[in-house]
């Protein structure tokens, strides 16, 4: 269902959303029929795939590019899916995790592209198998970096690589192990230093809002290396002593995050950004933007937070089916899931129909004579790992839609 390239799109040719275009749910808000038939076929040939041809290049631990994401793979599975593989998913997540485990090295503490990811994964993997002490020895390695990760001024706050990656790391252990493994108090201490590397940057830059980050000297604003992404995981912390803290300092920068965006809905992905109105992609524009905007609402309550998603929303709808391919960061299968972000905070069915429609176009995998990326079997930047996982996504709990 796409046609010529537009500029760093396919020009989007299925019919925008009407009341009767959804696919058929039933009383459980489950999807029915040819499109459910279709997505289990195609997870079911790009597992085959991925099992036949992904490997361990000994080199590249991270879940963005390398042994991890496969290892979060089959974690997923397991927490999604039990008794269907029983516990074969973990072993096989830990037979990605073991090569590695031993060799970590670097000075990225970040969960996606560092060494936090694979221990936590790891961390979370023994614990479902009921190794609880292998289990507390990887968090206690998780936990024994954010020393450094706070006193660090080396160390940038962005999500991929720095900070705002650490902490989601926590957040992901306390999400999975429970509050009285990773205490609050650590949390606590990592948005602290966020917190006052921002409001440092923002004085010495003279910005009028109270936080401010640059990466290699320049000041992003998508969810990979920017504002987008730090301010999305800050907003997920549950501490209420954080918690009034980051709502105080956030929301005067969201507000002017909302002056810089284009007519279009889509949003720069710098200050001063060469690029323009052009990059509609996960990492770097509207799609990124959409789950801070999103979760901005749910927690200030502000409508115009929730009107910027859904302008976020329209251009990603229209120029969001990527030449780029499929992958996560910057591809179709990550702009599907801003829409099932979207949809799961509103219930509104035209953003189930666009994450339908954008999963349908990366059911086609490989028919579309997009780029192939360098890692083409990588969770974020390869074209089949990340059209199965979003594509999981949609069966989870028997393709229940999140309600």
């Known amino acids: 269902m796409s046609s010529p390239i537009v500029e760093r799109s396919f020009r989007n040719t299925f019919p925008d959303f009407t009341s009767d275009a959804l696919p058929p749910l039933n009383k459980n808000k489950e ?22 041809k992904a490997e ?21 599975l397991y927490m999604n899916f039990p008794g269907v593989q029983d516990q074969a998913d ?43 002490k292998i289990s507390g020895e990887y968090v206690a390695k998780v936990l024994a970096l954010c020393e450094e990760v706070c006193n660090d001024f080396s160390i940038p706050d962005e999500l991929l690589f ?48 109270p936080l401010m980050y640059e990466w290699h000297d320049k000041a992003y604003l998508g969810a990979a290396h920017g504002l987008a992404g730090i301010f999305f995981i800050l907003l997920q912390v549950s501490d209420p002593s954080a918690q009034k803290q980051i709502r105080e300092f956030v929301k005067p920068c969201v507000d002017y995050m909302l002056t810089l965006r284009f007519a279009s809905g889509n949003c720069p992905s710098s200050l001063e950004s060469s690029s ?25 309550k502000d409508m ?24 996560l960061c910057h591809g179709t299968a990550g702009n599907a899931y801003s829409f099932l972000f979207l949809y799961k905070a509103t219930q509104d ?41 979003v594509l999981l996504n949609f069966i989870i709990q028997r393709l229940k839609v999140y309600s």
């Open 31 to 52: 999807l029915e029929g040819d499109f459910q038939s279709k997505i289990l076929s195609a997870i079911e040939k790009l597992l085959n795939t991925l099992d036949e």
């Open 56 to 76: 361990d290049d000994g080199k590249d631990y991270s879940i963005y590019t390398g042994s991890s994401g496969h290892a979060l793979l089959h974690l997923h």
């Open 90 to 132: 973990l072993y096989k997540a830990l037979n990605w995790l073991k090569p590695i485990l031993g060799r970590l090295k670097g000075s990225k503490p970040s969960m996606l592209c560092g060494i936090s990811g694979p221990l936590a994964i790891a961390a979370v993997v023994y614990d479902k198998l009921g190794e609880k």
């Open 162 to 209: 720095g900070r705002a990656g650490y902490l989601s790391a926590l957040l992901f252990l306390q999400q999975h192990l429970g509050p009285q493994v990773i205490n609050n108090s650590m949390v606590v201490k990592v948005v602290d230093a966020i917190l006052v590397s921002g409001q440092d940057l923002a004085k010495r830059k003279h910005y009028k809002h």
């Open 276 to 300: 323009g109105d052009k990059l509609v992609h996960w990492c770097h524009g509207a799609p990124g933007w959409m789950y801070m905007l999103v979760l901005a609402f749910k927690i200030f």
């Open 304 to 327: 115009r937070y929730l009107e910027a998603a859904k302008d976020c929303a329209k251009v990603t709808w229209e120029r969001g089916i990527l030449y780029k391919g499929y992958g």
């Open 349 to 389: 069915p035209r953003y189930l129909y666009y994450a339908c429609k954008f999963a349908e176009w990366c059911c086609d995998y490989g028919k579309h004579g997009c780029h192939t990326p360098d890692r083409p079997y990588s969770l974020f930047e390869g074209k089949l790992f990340s059209t199965l996982h």
